[in-house]
């Protein structure tokens, strides 16, 4: 059975206290509040990685970085390596979010990198993939979202790649107010899920959890996350609210 996980993807936000305060907060709602097999990440700023696992403790809340470097060591003046994070005992990072791709300029090649490096380092990388609102009115969004998971992901041997999380986020509905229709968001976890099996056979596929990540809350989550092939979400502005991330967390049955 797929796992299921709603992560929070904090971005650049929050001073050191802030994130403790909030870290404090979902940590009891979700201990009173949430229950089954839904795993909740909190994706933080790097320098708070230590300090919020620390917190975090023994509870069933787990921690994630936001990104990694395709290289171990080096001169490479701010990066963050994957040897690293795995020296800190961080279970998951986040890879090509589209901030990433648009911002700093990350493609496919770069990516399967910092997937390899994260694997090898034992850390479960949440691989994001999704188009731009320019590409969907073109209708050649699925031919992009292909190309962006074959580029990145298809070197990989099949346990390997079961090793993987897949996030689809529609670049459109980010940060935009805008969300993606629950069919919408269906038909392309279905792409996705699709073309996987066309190269790892439909028993791998059906293996890898795929999520949401196109301005999910309160209102839209549960009916998003009941969708056959949506098995949660990557949450950006709605993480930063305790209540409201932990009422999404909920919206997984």
Same mark, same amino acid.
């Given at each position: ?31 009173d509040e949430v229950k089954g097999n839904v795993k909740v990440v909190l994706c933080v700023p790097s320098p708070y990685l230590v300090p919020l696992k620390n917190q975090l ?51 496919? @090649?770069? $990516?399967?990198? =910092?997937?390899?490096? %994260?694997? /090898?380092?034992? +850390? ?69 899920? @699709?073309? $996987?099996?066309? =190269?790892?056979?439909? %028993?791998? /596929?059906?293996? +890898? ?45």
């Open positions: 059975m797929r796992q299921k996980i709603v992560a929070g993807n904090w971005k650049m936000n929050k001073t050191l206290e802030e994130a403790k305060i909030l870290a404090s907060e979902v940590m009891a709602m979700v201990a403790g023994n509870s069933s809340i787990k921690i994630g970085a936001q990104n990694c470097s395709e290289h171990d060591w080096g001169a490479y003046t701010g990066e963050v390596s994957a040897l690293m994070l795995k020296s800190m005992e961080i279970p998951y990072v986040i890879l090509g979010h589209s901030e990433r791709r648009q911002y700093f300029g990350e493609n496919g @090649k770069l $990516l399967g990198a =910092k997937v390899d490096k %994260a694997l /090898a380092a034992g +850390i479960t990388p949440i691989f994001c993939c999704g188009e731009p609102l320019e590409i969907r009115e073109a209708g050649t969004h699925e031919q992009l979202v292909k190309q962006q998971v074959e580029e990145a992901l298809f070197h990989l041997s099949a346990e390997a790649l079961q090793k993987v999380v897949i996030a689809y986020e529609p670049v459109w509905a980010i940060g935009t107010g805008k969300t993606a229709t629950a069919q919408q968001a269906q038909e392309m976890h279905a792409v996705i899920r @699709k073309q $996987l099996a066309s =190269k790892y056979g439909e %028993a791998v /596929a059906n293996e +890898i959890s795929i999520l949401y990540g196109g301005s999910v809350n309160s209102k839209n989550a549960e009916e998003l996350f009941s969708c056959p092939d949506v098995d949660g979400g990557l949450v950006g502005g709605a993480s930063l609210k305790s209540r409201e991330f932990v009422d999404v967390i909920k919206g997984m049955k």
